[in-house]
């Protein structure tokens, strides 16, 4: 489950013509470091993140978990 979705979170924001940095700015909710272990898989992001993840990528949470 961590690996889908970090990789649907990669997909989306590769598709999308985004880079970590974009997304991480200021490093505020989400370090690149973080994001980067969420995309490989390492880990799960919390659920702040993943509403911040969701926000910048233009998406929904239910959408990133698959469940729509």
Same mark, same amino acid.
């Given at each position: 489950m961590k690996r889908k979705l970090g990789a649907m979170i990669r997909t989306i924001r590769e598709d999308r013509g985004i880079s970590r940095h974009m997304i991480c700015q200021e490093?505020?909710?989400? /370090? +690149?470091?973080? #994001?980067?272990?969420? =995309?490989?898989?390492?880990?799960?992001p919390s659920l702040p993140s993943?509403?911040?993840?969701?926000?910048?990528?233009?998406? /929904? +949470?239910?959408? #990133?978990?698959?469940? =729509?």
């Open positions: 490093e505020n909710a989400l /370090t +690149v470091r973080q #994001l980067q272990r969420i =995309e490989n898989g390492e880990c799960y993943l509403i911040y993840l969701a926000e910048k990528l233009d998406t /929904t +949470v239910s959408f #990133l978990l698959d469940e =729509e």
